[in-house]
């Protein structure tokens, strides 16, 4: 299965909540596994988010020993 990861910025105008709350229900309703960041800041990859991406990513490589 899929892991997904989903990032919204507190700031986000282009990835509104609404948005985010109707992925989560298509996410829970087809029971893939995801987790969720909310950090300060807009539709952007800050250093929050780059860290929890690398993070995230390094959770398959420990996966797969």
Known sequence: RPR???GQGSEDEWYTQDKLERDREKLEALGLPFEELTFSGGHEWNSIF???CAKFL????????
């Open 4 to 6: 997904i990861l989903i």
């Open 50 to 52: 780059r860290d929890r």
């Open 58 to 65: 390094d959770g398959f490589s420990t996966d797969r020993s």
